[in-house]
């Protein structure tokens, strides 16, 4: 499969508490980015980390990336009821985007 | 504002019939783009990948002839799913950018049901 592993596939919790999703993936990689789908829409960029990089903080995203496990982490701290949809990692392999099964968030109020 | 645009947002068509749908992007030139397909409550797999002025690479497992892929211009690649069947139902989603570093900018997608 050309797809890596995100775990848990769904995650569901109260506002104002911290999500963690996890991903795993295949092969070496330049960067791994995580991306936000709502329900039926497009991808929204979130964060890119590079292979160099092991901690990267985006507002109230912290990613992390372990290269020699072959695994990355979102953590979005503080989280609200918009913030539920699905999340998905992917990977640049030599130029071509390769998604992990996604993570589905809901945040209830 | 969105710079890459798809068309159409959602398309309902007859079996056996084709189907076109574009992918724009707006504010840059794309000598490549990406064709992705989605299934319910699945992640996105992907079809192909689109170069300006010569033949789309196809992933494993994806029929060229079915899914035709024309990268016509530096703006604008088209997919068209030819003599469609219910199980080619699907979210497909294009992409752009990403040379040198840049952001990927995905299109909105465009839902086809196959009727």
């Known amino acids: 499969s050309q797809q890596g592993e995100e775990d848990p596939q769904a995650l569901s919790i109260q506002e104002g508490e911290n999500a963690t999703m996890n991903c795993s993936y295949k092969t070496s990689i330049n960067n791994l980015q995580w991306y936000r789908q709502n329900s039926g829409r497009g991808l929204v960029h979130l964060i890119l980390i590079r292979s160099n990089e092991r901690e990267k903080h985006s507002g109230r995203l912290r990613v992390t990336l372990d290269t020699s496990k072959k695994s990355s982490s979102l953590l979005i701290t503080a989280s609200r009821a918009a913030d539920t949809a699905s999340y998905f990692c992917a990977t640049d392999q030599g130029g071509k985007l390769i998604f992990g099964q996604g993570t589905e968030l809901s945040v209830k109020p | 504002g969105a710079v890459v645009s798809q068309h159409p947002s959602w398309v309902i068509c007859k079996s056996g019939t084709s189907v076109k749908i574009e992918c724009r992007s707006l504010?840059?030139?794309?000598?490549?783009m990406f064709w992705y397909r989605q299934f319910p409550k699945q992640s996105l797999m992907l079809m192909a990948t689109s170069n300006e002025g010569s033949k789309a690479t196809y992933e494993q497992g994806v029929e060229k002839d079915k899914f035709l892929i024309n990268h016509a211009s530096l703006t604008l690649s088209t997919l068209t799913v030819t003599s469609a069947h219910p199980e080619d139902s699907s979210f497909y989603i294009c992409?752009?950018?990403?040379?040198?570093?840049?952001?990927?900018?995905f299109g909105e997608g465009s839902w086809l049901t196959v009727v």
């Open positions: 504010d840059f030139q794309a000598t490549t």
């Open positions: 992409s752009a950018g990403g040379h040198s570093g840049n952001t990927i900018y």
